[in-house]
């Protein structure tokens, strides 16, 4: 990853600099709009919304209490993203936490009535994957040894035939590859549902197992490559802010509330300019979107339509999740750490006063909650999603949240619900994820859904804008970009 950032600073500057207009200031938009500000060129990035990092966004309720869109966590096997602090020089805003994976027991307490927990610790000592087997033999409470002995088993063509075979795995979902490979069915329900949902919000019977392979691969090739991370605040200050203020430094520029409504195009299918919601229209000599793909789908212009390359994108679609903000008057857990709460209507969550230093509270605690698959609650009240998530909380926490009011009381909370996420990666989507470079010369696509190997993720979304700050910057040098004639058309609102 260093060596590609390199290769942007390397490159001969550009005798004219291209204004590119990026449409979107979220980590892909962002991450493009610097590497393009690194290559000599000046970037235009147009946000839609009053704050940046969409997917990552987060605001102040009245009481200053942040809400952010969604819980989350940055991986050891997160290399553009890790490269992204180093050159912003804010590596010390990762909060690292001991590696381990931490997996609720619902309904199973300590002696002294805690939730009970159960580790899979990575030894500091060894390296990938010897660190990884230990920790998956270490823990005997989740599988038997039989059963960890089947799913290597399982394992073995991916080791043998390596990423041919994890992209081949697409056109199975978790469950049909466990059955195919002889896993029992106990495997699936005790680790695989928790990954499914933290990985891509839905279930094992959905889910392609080429998503939870390419994790796998990660985590068993890099020695550091499962270790976790919170970032220390909110995204959009922690992180999104000195991205943007990068390319600023470097001739850039930066306009919120700039929703695009069209796309208007030349007579020979290139891109004429952006039309605005307010009526104004942005001119550039390129364009790279970064909307997410439902977005990008309404916005095609008509002639775009039947193009091969657009017409794909019709086969993504993104995946509702809800995340879930709970204040408590007391402290529920002492684990400073992402925990995987196996539960059926939750995915991951974390006590954020104990794991980030921005929203720290040493008496209180605040529960940040994923609430997956949310497809039959995404409609339904905050009320209602309230409700069921105590319920859930009462068999993780019985003692913790005694339901006879003697335990923690809930404060408030707030409800962040995304209707359309992530694209949803269900078995056979791999073919419809478009390159980030489009048929239309003067066209780029960034973007988690974008082809590239790091899933949708906030490093896929980082990747995926650099992928695209490059094939841009190549395609100025040869020259195939048709660049707007006179000085004054560079972008103008
Ligand atoms: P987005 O963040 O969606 O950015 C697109 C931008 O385009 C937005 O700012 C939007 O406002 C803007 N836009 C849209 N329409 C227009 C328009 N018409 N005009 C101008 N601008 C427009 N990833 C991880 O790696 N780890 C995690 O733990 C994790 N947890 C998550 C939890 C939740 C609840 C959610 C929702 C996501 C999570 N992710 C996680 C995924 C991660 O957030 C995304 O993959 C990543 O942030 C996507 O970035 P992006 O730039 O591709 O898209």
Avoid at 356 to 375: H, N
């Amino acid at each position: 990853a260093a060596a590609f950032s390199q290769t942007f600073i390397n490159m001969p500057r550009p005798s004219r600099p291209l204004k590119v207009a990026v449409i979107g200031a979220g980590l892909a938009g962002l991450s493009c709009a610097k590497y393009l500000s690194d290559a000599g060129h000046n970037p235009v990035v147009l946000e839609a919304r009053d704050v940046l990092g969409g997917k990552v966004a987060a605001w102040q309720d009245k009481d200053g209490d942040w809400i952010e869109t969604g819980l989350h966590i940055f991986f050891g096997a997160y290399p553009n993203v890790n490269q992204m602090f180093t050159e912003l020089g804010i590596r010390d805003r990762l909060q690292w936490k001991s590696h381990s994976m931490i997996f609720a027991m619902p309904g199973q307490q300590t002696a002294d009535g805690f939730q009970r927990f159960s580790r899979f610790d990575f030894p500091d000592l060894l390296p990938a994957p010897l660190n990884g087997l230990v920790a998956i033999l270490l823990n005997n409470e989740m599988l038997t040894f039989p059963e960890k002995i089947q799913f290597g088993i399982g394992l073995i063509p991916a080791i043998l035939f390596g990423q041919k075979y994890v992209e081949e795995c697409d056109s199975l979902t978790v469950t049909e590859w466990m059955t195919k490979q002889g896993v029992p069915d106990r495997v699936n329900d005790e680790v695989f549902i928790a990954m499914a949902k933290a990985l891509n919000f839905i279930d094992p019977d959905n889910l392609s197992m080429t998503v939870v392979l390419t994790a796998l691969n990660r985590f068993l090739q890099e020695t550091h490559g499962s270790k976790m991370a919170f970032l220390d605040g909110p995204p959009p200050t922690r992180l999104c802010q000195p991205m943007a203020d990068h390319m600023i430094a470097r001739g850039g520029e930066l306009r919120m509330n700039q929703r695009i409504s069209s796309i208007l195009l030349n007579d020979d299918k290139t891109v004429r300019g952006l039309k605005m919601q307010d009526g104004s229209m942005v001119e550039a000599d390129a364009y790279v979107s970064t909307m997410p793909v439902d977005v990008l789908k309404l916005m095609l212009p008509e002639e775009w339509r039947p193009i091969p390359y657009f017409e794909k994108l019709s086969g993504l679609t993104g995946v509702p999740v809800i995340n879930i903000h709970l204040w408590f008057d007391r402290k529920l857990t002492t684990v400073d750490h992402l925990l995987f709460s196996r539960s059926p209507l939750l995915s991951v969550y974390a006590d954020m006063s104990l794991t980030c230093k921005g929203y720290r509270d040493d008496d209180k605690s605040m529960l940040e909650l994923v609430f997956a698959p949310a497809k039959d609650w995404i409609g339904r009240s905050d009320e209602d999603i309230i409700d069921a998530t105590m319920g859930e909380l009462y068999r993780l926490f019985p003692n913790e949240l005694a339901r006879d009011g003697s335990g923690a009381k809930l404060l408030k909370y707030a409800v962040v619900k995304t209707p359309l996420s992530v694209y949803e990666a269900t078995a056979g989507r791999e073919m419809y994820r478009p390159e980030q470079t489009s048929p239309i010369p003067n066209f780029f696509l960034a973007g988690c859904f974008t082809k590239q190997k790091y899933l949708a993720s906030m490093e896929g979304a980082t990747f995926s804008g650099k992928l695209a700050a490059r094939a841009l910057a190549d395609a100025a040098i040869a020259g195939t970009i048709p660049l707007k004639e006179k000085e004054s058309s560079a972008v103008a609102a």
